[in-house]
């Protein structure tokens, strides 16, 4: 690691929104980068314990628009970044019935309109593409043939390596505990191994994003961290799961799919939480149970291989939260992505790679992720 404390950006936290801002950054040039991370590794938090997906299905227009333009990115990457796409396209199925069922069938030919692959399916193809679903619960089925598992190491790699290949520095073990301003301006960050100063720096602290900016005296943004719980277990003998599609479920309110030869299950829960290393709840694992055993029984387990818990973290209107703060010039924010960070890192990265160089960004949502739009009038 070199002892050198001046820098073009630095960059706070080393999970994917940061990871993904620092390499649009080096691929645009700009090597003059630190990515700094208080954890001993990069994605300790969130990004490390996701459930590594790519589901194109979002009811809000904005995140469905970005984890579109991300999926398209991620399975065809550019080749600074990768030679091989990081979706395996399983699919995703994601089961309905009554008026959960209708709902599907008119949400279909918008998503179709909007770019995302997609098809109607029957019980019965449900049903033979997953065979451990119960009948009971599936009137019909919309099918992303085109999403299925993520390879988040593989992107998260990617990433680090673009930026080191251009000069560009990571430094693990280095809290950030202090932001520093002259004259107004955000000028750096104080850490126990002295002060670091940068003509930018990027609030990509994830849950304690908003920590960071009560730090710089920035906007005040509520960020909300919920917590989210995920087990893994055996697949029963009887199925071969391996190539199956994630079944992801609105009504039940519960995901599982195939994972390391076995199974992985969320309840999909949203527990509101304080930044924290995050731990699953016992409450939240018997509910996955419960939730799984409504929607394919035959696969609910009697011993879990892991169990873990993460945090997905929210600005108050649920958007994500990117541009300089409108108090404190020189501090950017890079937040409140809410459990969709790894689909929407390669829109979200370029975005702000273009407003930190340009001050100005061409992507259609940008206006919409502004942080003025928290600044008391």
């Known amino acids: 690691m070199s002892h050198k404390d001046r820098f073009e950006v630095i960059v706070v936290g080393a999970g994917i929104a940061g990871a993904s801002v620092a390499a649009f ?18 994605a300790y938090h969130a990004t490390g314990r996701s459930a590594a997906a790519l589901v194109e299905l979002n009811r809000h227009p904005l995140w469905r628009r970005l984890i579109t333009l991300g999926g398209h990115f991620l399975r065809r990457p550019p080749a600074w970044l990768a030679d091989e796409p990081f979706v395996d396209q399983v699919g995703v199925v994601v089961p309905a019935e009554g008026a959960a069922w209708a709902e599907l069938q008119r949400l279909e030919p918008t998503l179709r309109a909007e770019g995302i692959a997609t098809r109607l399916i029957g019980a ?65 960050v104080g850490t126990p191994g002295g002060p670091l100063h940068a003509r930018w720096v990027v609030n990509a602290a994830g849950a304690w994003a908003g920590i960071l900016g009560r730090l710089a005296g920035a906007a ?54 304080p930044p924290c290393d995050a731990h699953p709840a016992d409450e939240d694992v018997a509910r996955a149970m419960e939730k799984l055993g409504r929607l394919a ?53 370029q975005v702000a790679a273009d407003l930190l160089l340009d001050g100005r960004s061409a992507h259609e949502a940008a206006p919409a992720l502004a942080p003025g739009r928290f600044a008391t009038p």
């Open 25 to 42: 950054l080096a691929e645009r040039g700009l090597g003059d980068v630190l990515l700094v991370e208080r954890e001993e590794q990069p």
């Open 124 to 188: 019965d193809e449900a049903c033979a593409r997953v065979p451990a679903l119960d009948p009971g619960v599936v009137e019909g089925a919309l099918l992303l043939p085109e999403d299925g598992h993520l390879d988040v190491h593989a992107l998260l790699q990617g990433y680090l390596r673009r930026l080191t290949r251009a000069g560009g520095e990571v430094r693990c073990d280095t809290e950030v505990r202090a932001v520093l301003r002259e004259h107004g301006r955000c000028v750096g």
């Open 220 to 273: 005040p943004i509520t960020f909300q961290p919920r917590r989210r719980t995920i087990v893994t277990f055996a697949a029963p003998a009887a199925f071969a799961v391996g190539r199956w599609p994630m079944v992801d479920s609105e009504a039940a309110k519960a995901y599982f799919k195939p994972e390391s030869g076995g199974l992985l299950l969320s309840p999909m829960d949203e527990t509101p939480s």
């Open 297 to 349: 029984p035959t696969l609910v387990p009697q011993a879990l291989r892991r169990k873990w818990a993460g945090l997905r973290t929210f600005a108050p209107d649920e958007v994500p939260v990117v541009g300089e703060d409108p108090l404190v010039p020189g501090f950017f924010w890079l937040a409140g992505q809410g459990g969709s960070g790894i689909e929407t890192s390669p829109v979200l990265g």
